[in-house]
């Protein structure tokens, strides 16, 4: 019995939940009035834009070929200020409307991505960071200096909370998560993981390598849009330089959950718990009264030593030679 | 014939790092002749190399770990340590020599750390940099109390200004440095064991360790030179602007990876060299002192970098089809 | 592996095609917007204004006009509406021990350094004196939603005040909220916020823009091309002291705006940006101001292009640059200073003066800028020991008086004595 445990631990997951467990505990002794309710649904909202962040980049990771999708940040940060500049200005403030059409924006780039590597067959490094710089302009011209007015429906995601205890917000996660596992069940997530892993064996088994590329990058715009829309509850304004931040912490969340950076291997909650371990980090330094000048240092050694904790065991004393790794 | 066919196939080989490269290099040139005035101007050359060495330098590590493939995105933290800690151990009094070992052995030993790590515990090169980033930044802060003291050496100075000249070059010494750097690494890539155990790492590290060539060292050794040249790339920059100061680095978190692949290197790694490198550092500046030419917003130009930077590439550094890959 | 790749393709020739025609666009179009800039820049009150500065009112339900006279010059073309403070009945829970927090959003420069420095001098002496018990510091490097995570913290541990220098004027309002529902007042520095919970201790850098661009109008006799070299783009203090910049030169019709540049703050980033202009605008150039900080880099930057000096406006200098200014432009240069030290104690008091109930009158504690010209004002401020490439902050000059207690007096309904703080650096 004892032997499972251990190995169930082996698991970057379960790692993972015990590591946010030990935070979330810590977290609580040090400042137990975060329990209440008000702070919890505050928490939720601060949480939420660097969890769909995460989110956002895990389907370019798992497509494989160097994967990587830098433009999260701006993209979710363009979002943001297309909503209130552009949508909130002329006169969209309808959810119905406005949510859909953040969301719609965000697969834009995303496909804008996907076309750029699956078919312009540019690394994704290079082609995410064309759009990273792109809509990082773009989002400064759209909107010179951070404005208030964010339509009404931020604020409702934001402020209330279902039976006092659920915060709105999460909402859109779980959105995330639901659309996830419905891929997942359609078999759409086993052909990115296929691609992701060994494209040349999913082209010989034909798959159509660059449709699923495309549909990975697109998917994770789609997140992106949302994360925009968190990130629009939570400031409750628009910032044209408050997107970017976001793309490096995601990155590591994505690392950090324990997928793989060369795809194929990797699923939506290790990422998912990786950015809520970040989060806690942060709020812990905060809470525990670091101070400034130190908490650079001892949040860089703690997110060293906690992906040091999470890495994959090493497999055995023999390296494996795959033809992944030819590619 | 089939001799000359083997040769020209080589000398096609050599060539294909270049021709493409050079080609954008001269038709953005020619472009900025002809729609800026003074573009082509002596002093605007001089000033353009002068900007595209300290690009090229902190690239040349960036290229190293890409070979092995990783990625290092603790180079403008190095960058900044390097330059606050050329102010302040100057300003101290300390020699110029050994103010420059200490930066380099900081550098390098940050960097044998980012390497180590990497390595040892086999996670992602870019979270793991990321955070050792953090940790520099953070150390520069402490030790220096957030307020900036010192300033360059008077030769460092001249050493980077643009209108100086190096013997009869008319260059500045800081180009001259960044060119034999340069070519240093590409003869030891291309002709020492050593760099060819860096190639072998980063086309497949598993089949490397197999065959007793790749392993820790190898990747220790490619972050570590990436780490003593963003803190060398630092120290240069102090120069440059004559003090210290914490954020000079970050402007090259991500300029120093597009001028690698500008180059048109691979990142994922155990394909490039050092020459297209320097190649992309040199269209990379070209391009950025164009859109300043052009009198654009900064916000524009940023936006018009982003599309410049995709169409440059992909008109020579796309990746095979698919089916021609198998 | 198959074949070679030919040496050039059809697709490069096409790629490079498509380069040249996006950068052509971009010419045509930049041409096209510097112009109507230019044009914008010029079309002002005529040549009378020229050098001269006319009261605007910042608008808003306050009144100022009970304010003396130089205290009111402070808010003139402030960019906020000024409204009377939420805060004007407000009573502490706790008036003496106070605990006080301090939330940074930026570490990496020297500015924010010597605020930092000073705050914590600050405490220490207001420790032993009984009137604070404990100073929290934290920093999000420009991370807005870790901010708003650390003010959080702040307020569930309770502290009587915050110090914030928030990250975005518009992003906090939440939190601020937060923080004046659990009773604690937060006072930023340097960094209006749209909140009206909030008591915002302000550097007008309107007209701190105005002031210096002023300044460098009359050197240059309202004749010529004029380069701009920013902070960063889409940080309000960068925007608004480049509107200052904009009417001070609007009212000159000599003068063309002819560029700005994103120096971001940084000498390296200036430098680098001025040469690449430089390289590529040979025409002659009257004038460069900058966002504070970035002179030397400029004139470096003139130097290495084999060009004369020109005269040069400085919103905020460093040490080295003014003695380079000495050096080489003694009498052809306008500044305007921002001094860390004199802020933080303003903010500091004003903190100390909520919580004792002497109410402040408005959402905004506007200090009155000044402008700097002159030889004989350099040899004034530069120090012994001060080198020309040092690039740390510049304290005020002696004798400037910004926000100085008496002057804070003004701005309270219930003024009374407030805690003695450490002589200035």
Redesign the interface.
Same mark, same amino acid.
Do not use: E, H, K
């Given at each position: 019995m004892n032997q499972r445990y251990v190995h169930a631990l082996r698991a970057p997951v379960a790692r993972l939940w015990v590591m946010a467990a030990a935070l979330v505990v810590a977290n609580a002794v040090i400042?137990p009035?975060?329990l209440h309710g008000t702070?919890v649904t505050?928490?939720a909202n601060?949480l939420a834009?660097?969890a769909l962040a995460a989110l956002a980049g895990v389907p370019s990771v798992l497509s494989g070929?160097?994967g990587l999708d830098?433009s999260v940040g701006p993209a979710l940060g363009f979002v943001n200020v297309v909503t209130v500049a552009v949508l909130a200005e002329h006169g969209i403030l309808s959810a119905w409307l406005g949510i859909p059409l953040c969301v719609l924006l965000g697969a834009l780039v995303g496909a804008v991505n996907g076309l750029?590597v699956a078919y @312009?067959?540019?690394?994704p #490094?290079?082609?995410t960071?064309?759009?990273?710089?792109?809509?990082?302009?773009? %989002?400064?011209?759209v909107l010179?200096?951070?404005? @208030?007015g964010a339509p009404r429906w931020a604020s409702f995601l934001?402020d209330g909370s279902l039976g006092g205890y659920l915060p709105h917000i999460l909402i859109l996660p779980a959105g995330v998560l639901v659309l996830w596992a419905g891929l997942r069940r359609l078999g759409l997530v086993r052909l990115v993981t296929a691609v992701g892993s060994d494209?040349?064996a999913a +082209?010989?088994s034909g798959v159509h390598?660059?449709v699923v590329r495309l549909g990975a990058y697109t998917l994770g715009g789609v997140f992106a849009g949302l994360a925009g829309i968190a990130l629009t509850a939570?400031?409750?304004?628009?910032?044209? *330089?408050?997107g970017k931040?976001y793309t490096?912490m995601a #990155?590591?969340a994505v %690392?950090?959950g324990g997928n793989a950076?060369s795809g194929g291997r990797g699923g939506m909650l290790g990422p998912l718990l990786g950015a809520v371990v970040l989060f806690l980090i942060?709020?812990l330094l !905060?809470?525990a009264?670091v !101070? !400034?000048?130190? #908490?650079?240092?001892? +949040?860089?050694?703690i997110?060293?030593v906690a992906?040091?904790l999470n890495?994959?065991p090493?497999s055995g004393r023999r390296?494996?030679? *795959?033809a992944a790794?030819?590619? | 014939m089939r001799r000359v066919h083997r040769w020209s196939t080589r000398l096609q080989g050599r060539l294909a790092s270049g021709p493409a490269q050079i080609l954008a290099i001269v038709a953005v040139f020619l472009i900025g002749r002809s729609a800026v005035v003074g573009y082509s101007d002596w002093t605007s050359i001089r000033a353009m190399a002068v900007l595209a060495a300290f690009l090229g330098i902190a690239a040349m590590g960036q290229t190293l770990v890409v070979l092995v493939g990783g990625i290092d995105l603790s180079v403008p933290a190095l960058i900044g340590a390097g330059n606050v800690m050329t102010a302040k151990l100057t300003g101290q009094g300390m020699a110029s020599p050994v103010v420059i070992v200490l930066v380099l052995v900081a550098g390098f030993a940050v960097g044998a750390l980012n390497g180590y790590v990497t390595s040892r515990w086999n996670v992602p090169a870019l979270v793991v940099t990321l955070a050792t980033g953090s940790v520099v930044g953070g150390i520069v802060l402490l030790w220096t109390d957030a307020t900036l003291t010192g300033s360059a050496p008077s030769w460092l100075t001249r050493f980077t200004s643009s209108s100086a000249t190096t013997g009869p070059l008319p260059l500045a010494p800081v180009v001259v440095v960044w060119l034999v750097l340069a070519a240093a690494a590409e003869f030891v890539l291309r002709r020492t064991t050593a760099g060819r155990k860096l190639y072998a790492q980063g086309v497949n590290p598993r089949a490397a360790r197999l065959m007793l060539v790749g392993g820790r060292s190898v990747n220790t050794l490619a972050f570590a030179c990436s780490g003593t040249l963003a803190a060398l790339a630092g120290t240069l920059l102090t120069g440059f602007t004559g003090a210290g100061l914490f954020d000079v680095g970050a402007p090259y978190l991500f300029s120093a990876v597009a001028a690698v692949v500008m180059g048109g290197n691979s990142l994922l790694g155990g394909r490039g060299d050092m020459l297209r490198c320097a190649l992309g550092a040199v269209i990379l500046t070209e391009l950025t002192t164009l859109l300043v030419g052009f009198s654009l917003s900064a916000a524009a130009q940023q936006a018009v970098l982003g599309a410049l930077i995709v169409i440059v590439v992909a008109s020579y550094g796309r990746d095979q089809p698919l089916g021609s890959q198998i | 592996m198959g074949r070679r790749p030919p040496l050039f393709r059809r697709r490069h020739l096409i790629a490079l095609t498509m380069t040249a025609a996006l950068t052509g666009t971009a010419a045509c179009a930049a041409k096209g917007g510097s112009d109507t800039d230019a044009r914008a820049a010029g079309a002002g009150t005529g040549g009378k204004g020229c050098g001269t500065l006319t009261y605007k009112d910042p608008g808003g339900n306050a009144d100022l006009s009970q304010l003396p006279k130089k205290i009111r010059e402070g808010y003139n073309g402030y960019f906020a509406p000024v409204n009377t403070s939420v805060y004007k009945d407000f009573k502490a829970k706790s008036t003496g021990h106070l605990k006080i927090g301090y939330s940074d959003s930026f570490s990496a420069n020297g500015w924010r350094g010597d605020a930092l420095a000073r705050l914590k001098q600050d405490a220490a002496a207001l420790q032993k004196s009984g009137v604070m018990s404990s100073l929290r510091t934290a920093n999000s490097n420009l991370d807005n939603s870790l901010q708003i995570q650390q003010i959080t913290s702040m307020i569930n541990q309770r502290v009587d005040a915050i110090i914030a220098i928030p990250n975005s004027p518009t992003a906090f309002n939440n939190v601020i909220k937060q923080a004046y529902d659990a009773g604690i007042p937060l006072i930023t520095l340097n960094s209006h916020v749209t909140s009206p919970y909030a008591i915002n201790v302000d550097t007008n850098y309107h007209l701190t823009g105005e002031l210096v661009g002023a300044g460098v109008a009359k050197i240059v006799k309202g004749q010529g091309d004029v380069l701009v070299v920013d902070g960063i783009n889409g940080s309000p203090a960068s925007s608004t002291l480049h509107q200052g910049y904009q009417a001070a030169f609007a009212k000159c019709p000599g003068i063309h705006v002819k560029g700005s540049l994103e120096g971001q703050w940084s000498e390296a980033t200036a430098k680098s940006l001025v040469l690449q202009y430089l390289s590529t605008h040979p025409g002659q150039l009257a004038a460069v101001v900058n966002s504070g900080g970035m002179t030397n880099g400029i004139l470096q930057a003139l130097q290495q292009t084999g060009r004369k000096p020109v005269p040069i406006g400085d919103a905020n200098p460093d040490q080295g640059s003014l003695v380079s200014l000495r050096k080489l432009l003694p009498d052809q240069y306008a500044a305007g200073v921002t001094p860390p030290a004199q802020g933080m104690d303003a903010a500091l008091l004003t903190a100390i003066a909520v919580l004792h109930g002497q109410g402040p009158k408005y959402d905004a504690i506007v200090a009155t800028p000044t402008q700097i010209t002159g030889r004989a004002a350099l040899d004034d401020w530069i120090r012994d020991g001060w080198t020309a490439s040092s690039a740390a902050q510049a304290p005020a000059p002696p004798g400037t008086d910004w926000l100085s207690p008496q002057q804070l007096r003004s701005y309270f309904q219930r003024p009374a004595a407030l805690p003695e703080l450490p002589p200035l650096p």
């Open positions: 400042a009035d975060l702070r505050a928490m601060l834009p660097l070929g160097g830098l750029l @312009g067959r540019l690394q #490094i290079v082609a960071l064309g759009t990273f710089l792109v809509l990082s302009g773009l %989002a400064l011209v010179p200096q951070p404005r @208030g934001a494209q040349r +082209y010989t390598v660059p939570l400031t409750d304004s628009a910032d044209p *330089t408050a931040q490096l #990155i590591a %690392a950090l950076l942060q709020l !905060s809470s009264q !101070s !400034s000048l130190w #908490i650079q240092v001892v +949040y860089g050694v997110l060293l992906l040091c890495s994959a090493r390296p494996r030679v *795959t790794q030819g590619v | - | -």
